[in-house]
């Protein structure tokens, strides 16, 4: 090494990625790095659709929105490794191959984990692993001649991190510490660092095993893993087939207030967790599309799942227990069990073109502002900006799958007059009794803000009997 040798004028060298003394060292070759980059890109692709396939089913609210934010956080690290590896002199890339047998096993297991805890446990185990292995590599790549690919780690590793911690943490809040429960958990990680090892560890550094490969012994994944359409929700969630107050009546009745829109609107923002619920289905049932179909679904999956707790922060803001209101379940349950995923597909697109007119987002942008509600403008506010975006997402990936957009339009239309009213049927079946609960938001929001009810506004009592949910065009997701 030439000695003394100094930037000019001691300036950072190397455009301060790092000292010349570390650049002067070897790095990984470039095969290796492909190598390790395709299992990452592997791990974040497993972890996306494990993720998403199970929003629908899982009933804790705080953990099926959780599951939104990091599928999405997952595709965006897919999208940047695909970029990064296809810069990588490699054609043909193999992205869609499996690195190792054994490490197919580990994220099937996951899939198939049985409960909550079993779940979020493999997907801890998993996240972990991804942080270490992802810091090993950037310790060992050349600072230099890979800056690109430390670049896309760089960010990586920093969400990886915050998904990690929040894995254990959620461990630590589901689970009593020492606790038979914790014992079968602790086993249940071991197996899954067992099937590690037979993959040569999650990045493939070590060798694996010869008796790995081949007669991979699988316990929850045995039975083939089928994605679950059935919704979930936790006990704070009652009532799920209540049809009794009609949001968007009063929301474009002119004679109502604006402050009291602002509760018809937080109910329709928190209700909208029926959109993760409803979309994380199609893209579970929809294999072989590009990724970037599954790219942007994931984001509109996170951002449907944003606006539910938007209302959620809405209702805390003003005072209101929204538990009181009764957050159905009746729109993803029956697309769900009664449309193919291009038929719910069209019916999200269908409904969504119906926003963008007068009587959509900029009204409810508008009514949230006359309300004097800041924290109802800023949602209402970003709630339109997702929207338009939603827009083009589905003209994209939906509308080109037809001739025109006007077919596009007609078959969601189609397939949204296949789900009927069931209010009478639900009534007779004991499920609901369509009780009103706009009363009881009411009143807590006028309590809390210290004024009196109107008694035309509490005495509201229109309902969704004999309607199709969306007033045909007129809606809320
Ligand atoms: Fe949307
Ligand atoms: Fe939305």
């Excluded at 197996?191 to 991979?216: I, K």
Aim: with cysteine; charged share 25%.
């Amino acid at each position: 090494m030439l000695p003394n040798y100094t930037p000019y004028k001691n300036l950072p060298p190397l455009a301060g990625l790092c000292s010349i003394e570390d650049a002067t060292k070897p790095g990984l070759p470039l095969d290796e790095c492909v190598r390790r980059l395709k299992r990452f890109h592997y791990c974040f692709r497993r972890l996306h659709e494990i993720l998403t396939a199970r929003i629908t089913s899982e009933p804790i609210y705080e953990l099926k929105t959780a599951f939104a934010h990091h599928a999405y956080l997952c595709a965006e690290h897919v999208t940047a490794l695909r970029q990064r590896i296809g810069e990588m002199r490699e054609p043909p890339l193999g992205l869609e191959d499996v690195p190792h047998p054994a490490l197919e096993v580990f994220f099937d297991e996951i899939r198939a984990a049985p409960t909550t805890e079993d779940l979020v446990e493999g997907y801890r185990v998993a996240i972990d692993q991804l942080y270490h292995v992802i810091r090993n590599y950037q310790d060992e790549t050349h600072p230099l001649t890979d800056a690109p690919s430390r670049r896309v780690l760089k960010f990586a590793a920093l969400e990886v991190n915050d998904m990690a911690n929040w894995g254990a943490y959620v461990m630590s809040c589901l689970v009593e510490p020492d606790s038979k429960r914790e014992t079968q958990l602790e086993e249940w990680g071991r197996y899954l660092g067992s099937l590690l090892d037979a993959a040569g560890t999650m990045d493939g550094t070590r060798e694996s095993p010869p008796t790995a490969v081949g007669g991979l012994p699988r316990h929850y994944s045995a039975t083939p893993y089928t994605y679950d359409p059935i919704p979930q929700r936790d006990e704070r969630f009652a009532d799920l087939w209540n049809q009794g107050v009609n949001a968007e009546a009063f929301l474009y009745d002119e004679t109502k207030p604006a402050r009291a829109k602002v509760l018809m609107m937080l109910f329709k923002r928190l209700r909208e967790i029926d959109v993760p619920e409803m979309m994380a289905g199609i893209i579970a049932q929809t294999p072989g599309k590009p990724w970037g179909y599954y790219r942007d679904m994931s984001r509109q999956v996170w951002d449907e799942a944003r606006h539910a707790m938007m209302g959620e922060v809405g209702f805390v803001a003003l005072g209101v227990d929204w538990t009181k209101a009764r957050i159905t379940w009746n729109w993803s349950y029956r697309l769900n069990t009664e449309c193919s995923p291009l038929e719910r597909h069209g019916v999200l697109f269908f409904i969504e073109q119906g926003l963008m007119p007068r009587t959509g987002k900029r009204y409810e942008f508008e009514v949230a502002s006359e309300s004097g509600i800041p924290i109802a403008t800023t949602i209402q506010d970003f709630d339109w900006a997702d929207e338009v975006l939603h827009s083009q997402i589905g003209r994209e990936w939906y509308v080109k799958q037809f001739g025109s957009l006007q077919e596009a339009l007609d078959f969601g239309d189609k397939a949204w007059t296949k789900i009927t009213s069931n209010w009478t049927t639900v009534k007779e079946q004991g499920l609901t009794a369509h009780a009103n609960w706009w009363p009881a938001i009411y009143e807590q929001a006028c309590a809390s803000a210290g004024v009196n009810p109107d008694p035309a506004v509490l005495a509201y009592a229109e309902t969704y009997e004999g309607k199709r949910a969306d007033l045909k065009g007129v809606v809320g997701e």
